[in-house]
T-cell receptor, first 117, second 111 residues
Framework: EAGVVQSPRYKIIEKKQPVAFWCNPISGHNTLYWYRQNLGQGPELLIRYENEEAVDDSQLPKDRFSAERLKGVDSTLKIQPAELGDSAVYLC???????????????FGSGTQLSVL | RKEVEQDPGPFNVPEGATVAFNCTYS??????FFWYRQDCRKEPKLLMSVYSSGNEDGRFTAQLNRASQYISLLIRDSKLSDSATYLC????????????FGKGTTLSVSS
């Protein structure tokens, strides 16, 4: 079974340019997360979807970041305009859904490494 | 106080050593606890869930202390292949809420 697929793997852009990341979760997984990971830090939650609904986007910088998950499957994360501080790895993860009392287990994609020059 | 805090590390140990990582979380309502492993330039992968009664998986033992809001991971008989960053993960509150990651603790096992 295919895992979580992300593209592109790497992206280099100049500041103020727009950029978009794409994620295809594991088939049947209802929950989808976008995380951002800076070097030497743990993943930082940006947004969580349950099917097509964004149920937690409190950490998403809404002035420049947007996300969508049409039809509750694939998702895209967009930054416009990008800033130097946005350089990081953007990770997508999916989960089959709430796993009962002990919560969810996440399956991550390989991530998109963004460099803003 | 950060939602999830871990030992800063790095931990440098010889093969065969026993090493323990600690983690504290701020939300007493959190119900889901995990340890993830992340190799250099790779994505995080689930190592083990952490249950109230404590649980063991081979050389790895996880403990949870709800009263102290404290989680631990013990690795016995360390192997070179255990070298990685270990991430403590806790959900934000009630079951089904988003998972929050700690900063991670880096382990380096040497021969």
């Amino acid at each position: 079974e295919a895992g979580v697929v992300q593209s592109p793997r790497y992206k280099i852009i100049e500041k103020k340019q727009p950029v978009a990341f794409w994620c295809n979760p594991i088939s049947g997984h209802n929950t989808l997360y976008w995380y951002r990971q800076n070097l030497g830090q743990g993943p930082e939650l940006l947004i969580r979807y349950e099917n097509e609904e964004a149920v937690d986007d409190s950490q998403l910088p809404k002035d420049r970041f947007s996300a969508e998950r049409l039809k509750g499957v694939d998702s895209t994360l967009k930054i416009q305009p990008a800033e130097l501080g946005d350089s990081a790895v953007y990770l997508c993860a999916s989960s089959p859904g709430t796993g009962g009392f002990y919560g969810e287990k996440l399956f991550f994609g390989s991530g998109t490494q963004l460099s803003v020059l | 106080r950060k939602e999830v805090e871990q030992d800063p590390g790095p931990f440098n140990v010889p093969e065969g050593a026993t090493v323990a990582f600690n983690c504290t979380y701020s939300n007493s309502a959190s119900q889901s606890f995990f340890w993830y492993r992340q190799d250099c330039r790779k994505e995080p992968k689930l190592l083990m869930s952490v249950y109230s009664s404590g649980n063991e998986d081979g050389r790895f033992t996880a403990q949870l202390n709800r009263a102290s809001q404290y989680i631990s991971l013990l690795i016995r008989d360390s192997k070179l292949s255990d070298s990685a960053t270990y991430l403590c993960v806790v959900n934000k509150g009630q079951a089904g809420t988003a998972l929050i990651f700690g900063k991670g603790t880096t382990l380096s096992v040497s021969s």
